[in-house]
């Protein structure tokens, strides 16, 4: 792993920002638990609520709230998957 954090390290002032978020994701991921990054749009119609929409992303009820839509989603397809 040392080799891995010395590649990051070396690597991050030399490589266009798309290479080095690239590099910094499997740094982490070699790290930690597996994670993903999503973009998500205001739902046309709700523009009205712009405010609220963007304090989502530091809103931690919400993100555990996400959280267990993620686990519900998992568990289906993993159920879904044995029927086949």
């Known amino acids: 792993m040392n080799s891995l954090v010395k590649r990051w390290i070396e ?3 030399r490589q266009p920002e798309s290479e080095y978020e690239e ?3 499997k740094f982490e991921m070699a790290i930690g638990k ?3 990054t999503i973009t998500l749009e205001i739902p046309d ?3 009205k609520f712009n405010n ?3 304090k989502l992303e530091k809103d931690q009820q919400f993100h555990e709230e996400v959280k267990d839509l993620i686990k ?3 568990l289906f397809d993993s159920r ?3 029927s086949s």
């Open 72 to 74: 519900k989603h998992l």
């Open 52 to 54: 609220e929409f963007l």
């Open 11 to 13: 690597t991050r002032d």
């Open 45 to 47: 119609g709700f523009e």
């Open 34 to 36: 597996p994670f993903i």
């Open 80 to 82: 879904h998957s044995e």
């Open 23 to 25: 590099a910094k994701r």
